[in-house]
């Protein structure tokens, strides 16, 4: 099955009882027994739903993985990875991540004794040695949220192999129509799934998929015990979000590619960091495990002025100033003082993070309106 039709078809099937093609919502937090313990495979509602059944279905398929485990948001589904370790564990991280789970790592987790070390991983030489005998997970981006480095997942999957560690790929900014981490030796792959999988900008969803079956008895039971779960309805909201995702993606590329040339040819714009320039680094390691180089760009004023970074995200129309990336519409946004906030102004730095940097999600509208928005805000700064 190709991938635009498991978008539409995977894991789903009429409803048995009516016919109804599209997937019921089972509002519902409990199921009747015939006699205690004897029922049709669902006995409380935490525990499963057929809409979450349903999606968590079509999920596996779209990442080629055998299970697929929803929780109630992307940092729900980071957090019941993270419950996979002990304390006295290590993660080592990507350097350039989400603030979310920066802070999970470091603000909940440290304190259960759980350490994280983060490290670019893009220097593989660098990621084997920061891998120490506590090491138990990697946790990985790419592209990295916000400045879109690129990292070799098939590499970083062999070491994290060879050293008997779990290797985890947040694969939030590609979605899985663009690249699937465990067709590239990845052992789990997470998504906050309010982002392209839903699309829409009406839900709040995470998942966890996985072709390991010990993993996936351990993060059931998490999901049944913690009940950190989605509701049915935003199951069934990110089902019929799922059915385009193959289409809207690869509009929001197409607009992307556009939209980064012609940021990089203004005159006020002084850096541009997108994957799909041929001298972005590792374009060619995005070009091999990447089928499209995505709809995220950050970009940098020439005077680096964080002022002029707040009027230009203020004075655009169809660019909305908002948390958030992957629905249908573009947004703009400030991560120094949005997103990842909760990083440390040095932290931020070392990788590139300036004050001043913007985030777009570039959305499905027509490109030329997008450009002519830019275009404006553009000429109301320095």
């Known amino acids: 099955m190709k991938f635009g039709t498991k978008t539409i078809h995977a894991g789903i099937t009429p409803d048995p009882s009516t016919g109804a093609i599209m997937t019921p919502i089972f509002q ?31 999920l596996a398929a ?35 991540l989400y603030g979310g789970s920066y802070r999970q790592m470091v603000s909940v987790y440290a304190q259960f004794g759980i350490k994280t070390k983060f490290v670019d991983m893009a220097d593989l030489t660098a990621l084997e040695n920061a891998i120490g005998p506590d090491t138990k ?12 480095k690129i990292v070799d997942l098939q590499a970083i999957n062999k070491i994290a192999n060879a050293k008997g560690v779990i290797s985890v790929v947040d694969n939030t900014f590609a979605s899985p129509y663009l690249q699937n981490p465990l067709d590239l030796g990845a052992d789990i792959v997470m998504h906050s799934a309010t982002k392209y999988l839903n699309g829409h900008s009406d ?15 351990k993060l059931f ?31 929001a590329c197409e607009n992307a590619s556009e939209i980064a040339a012609y940021l990089r040819a203004h005159p006020k ?82 990788v590139g993070l300036t004050d001043s940097l913007i985030r777009m999600s570039v959305g499905i509208e027509d490109v030329e309106d997008l450009k002519n928005d830019l275009e404006g805000a553009l000429r109301k700064i320095d």
């Open 203 to 217: 839900v709040i969803l995470g998942a966890v998929i996985t072709s390991d079956d010990d993993l996936a008895k």
């Open 137 to 148: 997970m990697l946790w990985i981006e790419t592209p990295t949220n916000p400045m879109l």
């Open 269 to 350: 714009v002084s850096k541009v960091y997108y994957p799909g320039f041929e001298d972005h680094p590792n374009h060619s390691i995005a070009k091999a495990q990447m089928r499209d180089f995505g709809a995220m760009i950050s970009f940098d004023l020439h005077n680096n002025s964080q002022e002029n970074a707040y009027a230009l995200m203020s004075a655009t129309h169809y660019f909305s100033l908002a948390e958030s990336l992957g629905g249908v519409e573009s947004l703009i946004g400030h991560p120094a003082s949005m997103t990842h906030a909760s990083i440390p102004r040095e932290d931020r730095l070392k």
């Open 28 to 58: 519902t937090s409990t199921y009747v027994q015939s006699s205690p313990g004897e029922h049709k495979g669902y006995a409380y509602g935490r525990t499963k739903n057929p809409t979450r059944d349903a999606l968590e279905k079509n």
């Open 62 to 96: 779209l990442e080629n993985g055998k299970h697929a485990i929803c929780f109630s948001s992307g940092l729900a589904a980071m957090d019941a990875i993270i419950k996979l370790l002990k304390s006295g564990d290590e993660i080592v991280a990507v350097n350039d």
């Open 221 to 251: 039971f998490i999901q049944n015990a913690v009940g950190a779960i989605p509701g049915p309805q935003d199951c069934f909201l990110t089902i019929r979000g799922i059915k385009t995702l193959h289409v809207r993606v690869q509009r």
